[in-house]
């Protein structure tokens, strides 16, 4: 899988390719993370990514020019992503529908953002993390590049651990426990010191679906659930 991010800060990627997940992803060849400078394919002395916006207005739009030589020099197929508030909200599905696309680019914006004839002249696939703003689309970019790595086969270890996370199925994760048994007067509860693996699986299914019930009670419209979870829904009063 290929990540590419178009970007006036390139060294804001640093940490994401030095640690974690994503930075072991690349050590096992698994995960290829390439990181272009728009400054690199600007025109003028002064390497310029971005201008007075015409008719006016409080912020800077970053010139269409060097974005699109520097989608044009990334080699095809590629599927670009514009991070913007303005777009599809990102979420667990979205992240597999992308691990798909083996090819992902990012256009991180800046200040007011791009100048619309990147919209016009990319047709970007545009896509939110959600309704606030940032300062500028690299912290979203690679947030969403870390949920799309994981994802990929041998990324990360366990890939059972990765089956289990909150929302691939739609549902909230249980809660999780490990050494002592006993801190600070709360106990480790015993069925998960039982060694009874049949009766613990009921268990932490039965807890995922109280925190979703709980929290995100949303989830449970769209959840894969069985007729098993269907039948803990019930008791819960759900069904």
């Not at 256009?107 to 004839?117: S, V």
């Not at 995100?216 to 039948?231: F, G, H, I, K, Q």
């Amino acid at each position: 899988m290929r990540f590419d991010f178009v970007t006036i800060f390139p060294r804001m990627f640093d940490p994401l390719l030095a640690e974690g997940v994503i930075a072991r992803g690349v050590k096992q060849g698994l995960l290829d993370i390439r990181v272009h400078d728009l400054r690199d394919y600007t025109s003028d002395k002064h390497r310029s990514t971005d201008d007075e916006a015409y008719g006016g207005g409080p912020g800077m739009v970053m010139l269409a020019e060097p974005v699109l030589r520097c989608v044009e020099a990334i080699s095809p197929p590629l599927h670009l992503v514009l991070t913007t508030p303005q777009g599809r909200k990102f979420d667990q599905a979205v992240a597999l529908e992308l691990r798909d696309k083996q090819h992902v680019v990012f256009l991180c914006g800046r200040y007011e953002g791009f100048d619309h004839r990147v919209h016009e002249a990319l047709q970007p696939d545009e896509v939110s993390i959600g309704d606030f703003v940032v300062s500028g689309g690299e912290l979203p970019a690679m947030l969403m590049a870390d949920a799309i790595g994981r994802l990929v086969a041998g990324v990360v270890g366990n890939a059972g651990s990765v089956e289990e996370d909150s929302f691939f199925k739609g549902l909230l994760d249980y809660p999780h426990y490990t050494r002592p048994e006993e801190l600070r007067g709360q106990r480790v509860p015993d069925i998960l010191l039982s060694g009874h693996h049949e009766n613990i699986r009921k268990w932490r299914k039965e807890q995922a679906l109280r925190a979703t019930l709980e929290k995100r009670p949303d989830l449970l419209e769209t959840a894969e659930l069985d007729e098993e979870a269907r039948e803990i829904l019930r008791r819960l009063g759900k069904f």
